[in-house]
Every structure is written in C-alpha cells, then in structure tokens.
C-alpha cells in the first residue's frame, strides 16, 4: 500500500514538473509591431447609413418668431415635459419614418445630412412652413457588443458617433491574458448583410483594414 500510494504521487507530480519546465510564451501586446512612423496618413471616417431599427433624434430650429411658423411645432415634446429627452424617430422595416409633422419620410440608406436635406427641403416645398430653417440629425441607439476575454463582457453605448476598435475594447475593459489580441472577430450589418472580419491588434496592418 505504501508503494502504491508513493508511485501515485509521483504521477501526480510529474505532469506539474513537465508544465513548469516549459518556457513562457511572450503576450503580444497591443500594436507591438508599430513604430513611430507607422499608420501616419489622413484617417477616413465614412459617413454611417441609416438602416431599419435606427432611432433617430430629428431637431429643427427656425428665425421665425410667429407662433403659427415656430419651430416648437416640428420637435418632438421632449419625455415628461423636461428637455433632451425626445423619444426619437424609429425607422421601420420599410426603411421609413413617420414625422409627426411632415409626414412619411424615406430614410434607410441615407446619410445624417443627406436626411437633414431632405427635411429642410420639405420645410420649404412646396410652400415654406419655417423660414431660414435648420436641421439636426443624430443616432440615439449607436451600441456594441462586446463578447470573449475581455474584462467585461456585453453591449456599450457609443459616446458620440464614431467609435474605433482600440476604443470599443478599452471600453471593455481591455483583453486579458487569455484572450488572442491576433485574431479579433468583428461582426457588423451593412445593408441588411452581415459582414465578418478578423483584425490582428498587434500588428500595424490593423490601420489598413476596413474594419
């Protein structure tokens, strides 16, 4: 019994004195493989397309003083009579929003500005309902998902509206040890198609990919 119990030990040993001897792999680190030149040139931000499922905050100012022209007609009373807090225009499945004031408007595809166009136009033909009218167009529901070793997991408000990859992780909390900073899966919807690509963090191809 005791022999047995000794040869025991020694496989239960053994296993732990392989892992030990085994040489540390080097982490690689964010941009490791960037130097001070590297990824210099002119950053191209593309302009985000409306799509269905969009909320959109749709604000309208005017120089007209007479109440029957005034602005405050083409806003959305904010939520619980306080400011800020409108409750935005859905985009629905046919790629529509339905103004309050102007009626059904086609968005899906469009720019912020290119939908501010077409408001402002709208105010204007084909009779002018406001005079020298602006128009202000922002995303209320801009979000990702952040899923895997990261330091926490699950969806994240975009402050503003433009988030890059280093963000989005660093929101998250940073990948840890366990995670791959080499293979990062992005997942996205353009145009009703779900596009998926692999960016490697470490290296300075990172700035050259669409993702």
Known sequence: PVMKFTRFLLLLALPFYFVSCKPLQKIPNYLENVNDSTGKGVVKVADLKIQ???ILSIQIYSLSTQ????DVLYNQPAV???TGGAPGYLVDNNGNIEHHRLGLIHAE???KQELATEVKRRLKEPVEVLADPT?????MNLKVTVLGMVGQEGPIS???EKLNIFEAVGLAGGINDFGKKSTVK????TDGQREIGILDLTSKSVFESPY
């Open 135 to 139: 128009v202000i167009v922002r995303f």
């Open 109 to 111: 595809g469009l720019t």
């Open 80 to 82: 619980g009579g306080t």
């Open 67 to 70: 109440p029957d022209r005034s």
């Open 52 to 54: 269905k499922n969009d």
């Open 158 to 160: 975009v402050p503003g």
């Open 186 to 189: 992005i997942i996205r919807e």
